[in-house]
């Protein structure tokens, strides 16, 4: 059974809250990262083993963000401009990633051992520091870097073949599955490009899952979703494998995304998620921040409560409801206000009612 697109919505926003707070668990508990750059460091060894061992492969939380991605943004371009999408994306994407960048900027000096240059700092608020080869001040920035390339090569799409329907973007994601069984082994610049820096298979995949809105769809596209799933498989299981020397992480963490997928799918199936959707949807909007804030704003937060003397679990009971609060005052309230004065002020078009 195929979902349709209405009834697909709180399943992608019941897994963006799990990717977000997967990674969020496995970044404050973990000893990488921004962990071991702190000034203030916290103990962790009261954390129960069984939440260790899930929480070990919680980057994957960024894997299954891109799959996500390429559903929901493959289904938002449908029908658009290149210059609709275009302003639409960046008015999603950076009103909370400039609140990020301000507060680890703020922060950084009275947190933090080793930190960027003010003024590169600053040149993270443009963006261009990913171009030049700066350090990005927020750590789980790296991602939108990958993001904007998916977003504009779907903006290349619509500006040269103009508004798209599904089918063309199904089309579109076929051939690019194609370029991505090409480009390893043909070792060209813009084939690389098109790989975006090998998670490319994600965003493919997450855009032929997106668009399949019947079972003959499905068929259809079934030997291209099958290679995708494949180079994804490959892609998961080359970053665990970077990550970690324990293989029994590797199938712990494959196992548990298939449960997660499966019973989510299960979910939607019966409709249960339905009498949910006043908790969930606010919360999937709460997970981009969430996901950009919880290591400048949560983890200085927990080293600073137990350097005040708070036990470790309380510090990370405080600081998670400061970091919740606050991500939801700025989906409230200011990303709201700056999704619509971006688009007003800067573009001369409202695009806020559409923003996804």
Not at 96 to 114: D, G, S
Not at 182 to 208: D, H, K, T, V
Not at 224 to 242: D, H, N, P, Q, Y
Not at 287 to 297: A, D, G, R
Request: aromatic share 14%; hydrophobic share 55%.
């Amino acid at each position: 059974m195929v979902v349709k697109s209405s009834a697909r919505a709180i399943p992608l926003d019941i897994l963006r809250v799990f990717a977000a707070l997967w990674v969020l668990v496995h970044h404050w508990i973990s000893r990488d990262g921004l962990a071991r750059n702190l000034q203030q460091p916290y103990d962790v060894s009261w954390v129960p083993g069984w939440i260790v061992a899930a929480a070990a492969p919680g980057f994957l939380g960024v894997d299954l963000f891109f799959i996500l991605s390429g559903i929901v943004i493959s289904r938002s371009a449908i029908g658009r401009s290149w210059s609709e999408f275009a302003v639409a994306r960046f008015c999603r994407l950076y009103p909370a990633y400039a609140v990020a960048i301000a507060l680890a900027i703020l922060f950084a000096p009275i947190t933090l051992i080793n930190y960027p240059p003010l003024s590169q700092s600053i040149l993270g608020i443009t963006g261009l520091q990913w171009f030049v080869g700066a350090p990005t001040i927020v750590g789980p920035a790296w991602t939108l870097f990958l993001e904007v390339q998916f977003y504009l090569l779907i903006t290349i799409l619509l500006l040269v073949f103009g508004k798209l329907t599904s089918q063309q973007l199904r089309n579109a994601a076929k051939v690019w599955c194609l370029v991505l069984l090409l480009a390893p082994s043909l070792q060209l610049p813009w084939l690389n490009f098109l790989a975006i820096s090998e998670f490319g298979p994600y965003f493919a995949l997450g855009m032929l899952l997106g668009l399949c809105n019947s079972k003959e769809e499905l068929r259809s596209d079934l030997p291209a979703i099958l290679v995708l799933l494949a180079l994804s498989c490959v892609r998961i299981v080359a970053r665990l494998s970077e990550a970690s020397s324990v293989p029994q992480h590797e199938l712990f963490a494959i196992f548990m995304l298939l449960g997660v997928l499966y019973i989510v799918y299960l979910c939607a199936k019966a409709d249960f998620f339905g009498r949910f959707r006043n908790i969930v949807n606010p919360s999937a909007l709460m997970s981009y921040p969430i996901y950009l804030l919880h290591e400048p704003l949560g983890m200085p937060a927990i080293g600073a409560l137990v350097a005040y003397g708070f036990s470790p679990k309380t510090s990370f009971l405080i600081a998670g409801g400061v970091l919740f609060f606050v991500c939801w005052l700025c989906v409230k309230y200011y990303e709201p206000m700056a999704r619509r004065l971006l688009s007003e002020k800067l573009f001369k078009k409202s695009e806020t009612g559409q923003l996804n």
